[in-house]
């Protein structure tokens, strides 16, 4: 697990908000990102909007208002794990 950043200084699974976010997009090329959550995912609230949804994937969007959540792979056992990136952070290919 050295190559994810968790054994060195900077981010890693175990980061908050946007930084947590970017990493979970970044990790193992991207690969991570759209992997599904085991269980059927994550029931989760919008921490931008409050909208109640599903994290489905390790890095989603809220349906309502488009707001970034991600869960690391080592903590998506719990849904107080989810992070948000920020009200008006945008994941960088849109």
């Known amino acids: 697990m050295g190559d994810?950043?968790?054994?060195?200084?900077?981010?890693?699974?175990?980061?908050?908000?946007?930084?947590?976010?970017?990493?979970?997009?970044?990790a193992h090329g991207g690969g991570i990102r759209n992997m599904p959550i085991p269980n059927?995912?994550?029931?989760?609230?919008?921490?931008?909007?409050?909208?109640?949804f599903i994290l489905t994937t390790f890095v989603g969007k809220c349906p309502k208002?488009?707001?970034v959540h991600a869960v690391s792979p080592p903590r998506c056992d719990d849904p107080a794990n989810i992070q948000f990136a920020g009200v008006s952070?945008?994941?960088?290919?849109?």
Not at 13 to 24: A, M
Not at 89 to 94: A, F, N, R
């Open 4 to 26: 994810c950043g968790s054994c060195g200084t900077g981010a890693g699974p175990y980061s908050e908000g946007k930084e947590l976010v970017e990493f979970v997009s970044n």
């Open 40 to 52: 059927g995912g994550l029931e989760a609230k919008c921490h931008g909007c409050g909208e109640k």
């Open 89 to 94: 952070y945008k994941l960088p290919e849109e």
């Open 65 to 67: 208002c488009g707001g």
